[in-house]
């Protein structure tokens, strides 16, 4: 009896133990690995790779240039040597050690067709230049150039060049029969290199737009106010044209807004429309004053706003312009003022004391401001308040150049005997465009890569941000269209390259600002054991105590044997 009690004692240790065991082996196999694979943060692959070589950006710019020889500017033997031929001359620029830019102009060298050479003979330019835009439809980058002989009457005699408001524009020929092809490269070149200059974009113009990649201290004074003053790179652009009355007693003031912004401001909207979305809305502000009191010249018997005052009077009426629609797309402000009976006329004067003629100045990526005054002699001859219609056409014009400089179309500053034809109901010339889509390619570029790298970064540094498939494939998206914007931009195709600069900074900014990176980024590694302690310590004791013991046991059976 003893004896199988004993036995029966042993068998039900050894089961206590063997049970222990088990589930100790569980744990250890099956629960850990478990429990570590369902608590882990997700993390979609991503082309960590791909995403380093952007980091490091040499763009490299082709400027597709056409140099076109009209009758009687190269003799026949002139002509045979150098006709049809393709050069290219190329510039680099480094700014730092990740960031630089080369640009080649891939010049070819052709005859005038016949339908060219007709409207070349004609004598009026401006007929030239609309005929030859109807003949030779151009892409978005190029860059014409006819060479007409130096006897040409298409041209005035004082004028060497004119620039049309398309993509072509007219060279006097400063090649003559004794000049050997050498010579009439070099000359040809020494004129193209100047237009291209004013046609195309500049070394400064690049460097703003990779402003975002490069310290402050490397960029010059120029480069450094071009970036400054337009407004960044976006996919949309809301404007606001504001009417400010501070006086209504005294001005009972009206404008049509909704036709001065179809006839004038919508045809530059409808143009840049490929560039961004627009939208376009108006207000009428009582009892809004500028905030800074107005300096009475007894000379002129006027009221005065100098130049150093003009900062200060930006912030008070900001406050008030308020916002008629939430959007994350930067506003452009455009405010007309129609100062009250007390400080009229109200006149902006420049360092030298000298009235402004536009009577208007602007503030860099915010908007511009216009004053306008109401005729005072009409105000002591009128019973108040004075019905005061606005001169739209006069404001829009102002308005139209200030929204010009704030979209970065820059003005231009032609060399001497250089005439640009005005653009008339174009309201922006073509090569004007293409100067904005280089410049704003070339900055969505850049924009891009510093919000994949961040991404990266931000990935590195906190380990708790979860990266869902949607994430990762914006994210592939945006590295793919970088990489082809950047192979468009080398095969000299611009309107490609900067549609697929857009796409990288949308898919890019999709995935910087996606909400789900924050799902657990406010749940740290101290909070997941003060919750999972109290769930596993009560089960995990007992297993350790019974492996413990079985340990112990074993250890004695030893000393024992």
Not at 158 to 175: D, M, N, Q, W
Not at 485 to 493: H, K, N, P, T, V
Not at 514 to 519: A, F, Q, R
């Amino acid at each position: 009896m003893a004896a199988a009690e004993i036995a029966a004692a042993a068998e039900e240790k050894f089961r206590g133990k063997l049970s222990a065991s088990c589930i100790a082996v569980v744990v250890v196999l099956v629960g850990l690995p478990l429990w570590w694979k369902t608590t882990e943060t997700y993390r979609a692959s991503l082309p960590y790779s791909q995403i380093s070589e952007l980091d490091l950006l040499l763009l490299d710019i082709s400027v597709p240039v056409e140099v076109v020889f009209a009758r009687g500017t190269l003799t026949a033997e002139q002509q045979k040597k150098l006709l049809p031929q393709t050069q290219f001359s190329q510039k680099q620029n480094q700014l730092d050690g990740k960031t630089g830019f080369k640009y080649r102009y891939e010049k070819t060298y052709r005859a005038v067709t016949g339908l060219e050479q007709d409207a070349i003979m004609s004598k009026n330019v401006e007929g030239a230049v609309v005929t030859l835009s109807q003949v030779y439809e151009s892409s978005a980058g190029l860059v014409v150039i006819y060479v007409v002989p130096a006897d040409s009457q298409l041209l005035p005699d004082e004028v060497t060049v004119y620039i049309g408001k398309h993509r072509a524009c007219f060279l006097r020929s400063p090649v003559t029969g004794s000049h050997s092809v050498e010579d009439v490269l070099q000359d040809i070149d020494d004129s193209i290199e100047e237009i291209l200059q004013t046609m195309s974009f500049t070394d400064d113009m690049v460097v703003a737009a990779l402003s975002s990649r490069v310290p402050s201290g490397t960029i010059g004074t120029d480069s450094l106010t071009a970036s400054t003053t337009a407004f960044k790179s976006s996919l949309g652009y809301e404007i606001t044209f504001s009417l400010l009355n501070p006086d209504p007693k005294s001005h009972d003031v009206c404008w049509d807004i909704e036709q001065a912004v179809n006839n004038y401001v919508q045809p530059f909207l409808d143009k840049l429309s490929f560039v961004a979305n627009f939208s376009v809305d108006s207000q009428i502000l009582y009892y809004a004053v500028l905030g800074v009191t107005p300096r009475f010249d007894k000379t002129s018997s006027s009221f005065s706003l100098t130049e150093d005052s003009l900062p200060h009077v930006i912030n008070p009426v900001e406050a008030k312009l308020g916002s008629n629609v939430a959007s994350s797309y930067p506003v452009l402000n455009f405010l007309l003022y129609v100062p009250e009976y007390s400080h009229s006329p109200l006149y902006i004067r420049d360092s030298s004391g000298s009235p402004v003629e536009s009577n208007a100045f602007h503030s860099s990526r915010w908007g511009g401001i216009m004053i306008y005054n109401v005729d005072h002699q009409q105000l002591n001859e009128t019973r108040l308040p004075v019905p005061v219609k606005v001169d739209v056409a006069r404001v829009m014009e102002v308005f139209l150049a200030q929204l010009r400089l704030l979209m970065g179309i820059q003005k231009v500053q032609p060399p001497p005997e250089t005439v640009i034809q005005s653009p008339g109901n174009m309201v922006v010339t073509d090569w004007e465009t293409d100067r904005l889509l280089w410049v704003r390619t070339v900055e969505n570029i850049a924009t891009a890569t510093n919000t994949l790298t961040s991404l990266v970064q931000l990935i590195d540094e906190i380990g708790n941000i979860v990266i869902n498939d949607n994430i990762a494939s914006e994210v592939y998206s945006a590295v793919a269209s970088v990489q082809r914007s950047l192979q468009e931009l080398e095969a000299g195709r611009l309107m490609p390259a900067f549609q697929a600069s857009k796409k990288a900074i949308t898919s890019s900014e999709k995935a910087f600002f996606d909400p789900s990176l924050l799902h657990l980024l406010y749940f740290p590694d101290d909070q997941k054991f003060a919750i999972y302690i109290p769930l596993f310590l009560p089960m995990c004791v007992p297993i350790v105590l019974s492996l413990l013991k079985t340990g112990m046991d074993c250890k004695w059976r030893r000393k024992v044997d």
